[in-house]
Structure formats: C-alpha cells, structure tokens
C-alpha cells in the first residue's frame, strides 16, 4: 500500500540548531516526493519537489530509495521556519498525491 | 494568474444537513483533488477529478461525493452531516493528473453542530 509516514508529530529546536524533518515513503513505482509547508494563517505552499533539486530557503532534501526515505534538512534554524511541514507523494499514471500526517516545528529564541 | 479559490471560506450546519463547497482551479488548470484536514488525523485525502472525471477516491463513506464541470470548477457534497465531519476542507488544483505540483486554496471551515 502507498503510505507516507512522519513519524514526529512535533519537533522543538533553538534557532541556530540545525533541524532534519523526517519522512519514509512506500510505494511500488517510481515516487515523486515533495515537501509542503503550511505557514500559521497561511495557505499550504510547496516548499520543494525531489526532482528540481533545488534549496528552498536553506531546506534540503535528498531522495534516499534504498531506505525509501525524503528527510527534509537545514542547517541552521531559523524562527521564520516555525510551520507545519508536509511530506507528499506522488507517481505515474494518474495516481494521487497523499500527505503524511505533518510535523510541526517549533523554533525557539 | 489567480490563485484557487474556495467558497464558502466558514460555514455551520446542523446535523443531518447537508453542505456543497465550491473551488475554482488556478486557469488551465485540469485537475482539482479535495482534502479533509483535521487536527487529528492530518490531510486525508478525498477525491480526485481531471477532465470532468473521478480518477482516484479514498477512504471515505459514500456522504461524501464531488463533480467536476466542463470549466474545471469543481464542487464536492457532504450529505447527512456527522459532528465528526467538522474540518477545513482544502481544494487543489494542479495542470495535470499524477507527478506534479498541487496548490491550494484556503480552504473551507465547515463546523457540524
């Protein structure tokens, strides 16, 4: 079965700390993950897609398909980055995009 | 471009009724899915429409079903309201089917009394 699995509903951390969101995927194709992130009284926005490789305000997130894993990574904190964060998967042939249940990161002072 | 958008943004209804929301996808726009997000159990996914057509469906009893029109505008029904159907209800529209980005909208805070 296709699943997504965040398995820290909240993680807490001081500004200047460096911050891994963790997401495992499990999906018999070829997967599409993202990240989402959901700012307080904001919309939900992608943050980034595994395929752009890009660095989105300092977020990284690398592919691993041997431990089916797309940890979401930064260096150094910062309190703007207090959200809840979204891992998503998609794939081919029309098939969905499903959510895991969302980590909310806290950012401290 | 415009964004998606949502209407009603807050509804309240009472048990047994029931609710359609409405979404229009950014322009260009073929495919639109509906979530269900609550506190507890995170963004559930409801359903899928792309061209007019349901392509994929989850979990979720029959109360709970959705169009799609021939301008993309989608609509989703919520027959026979439970207390435990009170969620934002979030609409999203991506240019294709499978593999891209999706965005949302705001959303739709339904309050079941």
């Known amino acids: 079965a296709q699943r997504v699995t965040q398995p820290e509903k909240l993680l807490s951390v001081f500004k200047g700390a460096p911050v891994e969101l963790k997401c495992n995927y499990s999906?018999?194709?070829?997967?599409?993950l993202f990240w989402y992130v959901q700012y307080s009284r904001q919309r939900l926005q992608l943050l980034l897609r595994?395929?752009s490789r890009e660095s989105i305000k300092g977020f990284t997130a690398d592919l691993n398909k041997g431990e089916t894993s797309f940890h979401l990574k930064k260096p150094f904190a910062q309190e703007e980055d207090s959200a809840m964060y979204y891992c998503?998967?998609?794939?081919?042939?029309?098939?969905?995009?499903?959510f895991g249940a969302g980590t909310r990161l806290f950012v401290k002072a | 471009k415009a964004g998606v958008t949502q209407t009603p943004r807050y509804l309240i209804k009472t048990r047994g009724q029931q609710v359609t929301l409405s979404c229009s996808p950014i322009?260009?726009?073929?495919?639109v899915s509906w979530y269900q997000q609550t506190p507890g159990q995170g963004l559930q996914f409801l359903f899928e429409?792309?061209?007019?057509?349901?392509?994929n469906k989850g979990n979720f009893p029959g109360r709970f079903s959705g169009r799609q029109f021939s301008n993309s505008r989608s609509e989703m029904n919520v027959s026979t309201l439970e207390l435990g159907d009170s969620a934002l209800y979030l609409c999203?529209?991506?240019?294709?089917?499978?593999?891209?980005?999706?965005?949302f909208g705001e959303g739709s805070w339904l309050t079941v009394v």
């Open positions: 999203a529209s991506s240019p294709t089917s499978s593999g891209n980005t999706i965005y």
């Open positions: 999906y018999s194709g070829s997967p599409e």
């Open positions: 595994h395929i």
């Open positions: 998503a998967l998609s794939g081919t042939g029309g098939f969905k995009t499903i």
């Open positions: 322009s260009g726009h073929r495919s």
């Open positions: 429409y792309f061209s007019e057509t349901q392509r």
